[in-house]
């Protein structure tokens, strides 16, 4: 005769998969956030600066669209979480960018950072 389960109760085979399944989160989320923290390195803020203030003024005068806007958003949380990661690191005692600052931003704008351009940059 089969028993039936009691609520909340779980067999061992899914306690063990549940348990190896926030390890693999645990270990994702540690990679993803020393990954964030060695990229914010290397990236210049006031380049990133600039071209956020060169969106704004362009906003100012109308000549954006609404993806154009979202990016205004997204590149704004961006330069406020780099400056953070930048100040950890600092605290930390860590040296920043140095000579790799530029390149290392180049190579985010590639990824998706600076994808969408101005009219007249195209």
């Known amino acids: 005769m089969v028993s039936k389960k009691r609520k909340g109760e779980m067999s061992s085979v899914d306690a063990y998969r549940k348990q190896q399944k926030k390890k693999e989160l645990d270990r994702m989320k540690k990679q993803r956030r020393e990954r964030n923290e060695k990229a914010a390195k290397h990236v210049n803020p006031e380049v990133l600066k600039n071209k956020l203030e060169d969106l704004r003024h362009r906003e100012a005068e109308g000549k954006l669209d609404r993806t154009q806007l979202e990016h205004i958003k997204r590149m704004d949380d961006q330069y406020k979480s780099i400056l953070r990661a930048q100040k950890v690191l600092l605290e930390r005692g860590e040296k920043l960018g140095g000579k790799a600052q530029q390149s290392a931003f180049e190579e985010y704008t590639v990824h998706g950072l ?5 009219p007249e940059d195209i």
């Open 114 to 118: 600076d994808a969408i351009r101005a």
